[in-house]
């Protein structure tokens, strides 16, 4: 596609339950992240894809938090047993990767609210 | 490990004035630098990136400015318009980490009529 893509765009789910939320990186982007954004802060790193690497968890909050990449297309973040703190936009971002930085290209974000 | 920091949360300015928005990083090998601009209720949207081979880097009404030596970077927006009212982000690639970004906490622009 054109631009990275996340969905749902919104999820209301009660407190306890499981969720998902899905990334669709700009084709031949071998570079993916997840962030974490509270409402009126920063972008709080999750997990970073790169290719063929053992993915990068060292941002991700606790064991409830997950996440998975097919090959280098899409990535789902899954939170089970979501609190209200998990409430928060969740950002997935791509970009070219290999051993030249190149910008990221950030999705909308699934705005995740929990009651 | 890297950090990136701020030195102002937020940035009132009068329309046509220019404005200037501040980082701070903290790995001296750091070698890309990017800003990014959120609208409310937008993702990120890259404005703008420089690589340590540069001091200065210039686009349309932006420049970025890189200071090495004290590991400081700027963002200066000329003539600012409304439509520049959002939060700032810079952001660093850790070193040596494959290119994960690590962002600042932002600066809320806002731009006086």
């Known amino acids: 596609g054109a631009g990275v893509s996340q969905s749902p765009s919104n999820k209301v789910t009660e407190k306890g339950k499981d969720v998902e939320l899905r990334c669709d990186p700009i084709s031949g982007h071998t570079a993916l992240y997840w962030y974490r954004q509270r409402l009126g802060q920063g972008l709080e790193f999750l997990i970073y894809f790169q290719g063929n690497s053992a993915p990068d968890k060292s941002g991700l909050p606790s064991d409830r938090f997950s996440a998975e990449r097919t090959g280098e297309s899409v990535s789902t973040l899954t939170i089970q047993r979501t609190q209200q703190e998990d409430s928060a936009v969740y950002l997935c971002?791509?970009?070219?990767?290999?051993?030249?930085?190149?910008?990221?290209?950030f999705g909308q974000g699934t705005r995740l609210t929990v009651v | 490990g890297e950090s990136v920091g701020l030195h102002l949360p937020t940035l009132s300015v009068q329309e046509g004035d220019n404005s200037i928005i501040n980082c701070a990083y903290s790995?001296?090998?750091?070698?890309?630098f990017i800003w990014y601009k959120q609208e409310s209720g937008k993702g990120p949207q890259f404005i703008i990136d420089i690589r340590s081979n540069m001091d200065k880097r210039q686009g349309q009404r932006v420049t970025v400015l890189l200071n090495k030596t004290v590991k400081h970077l700027s963002l200066q927006i000329a003539a600012t318009q409304p439509g520049d009212s959002a939060v700032y982000f810079c952001?660093?690639?850790?070193?040596?980490?494959?290119?994960?970004?690590?962002f600042g906490q932002g600066t809320e622009l806002s731009v006086k009529p």
């Open positions: 971002a791509s970009s070219l990767g290999g051993t030249t930085n190149t910008e990221a290209f």
């Open positions: 790995n001296s090998a750091s070698d890309y």
């Open positions: 952001a660093v690639p850790v070193y040596n980490q494959g290119g994960k970004l690590i």
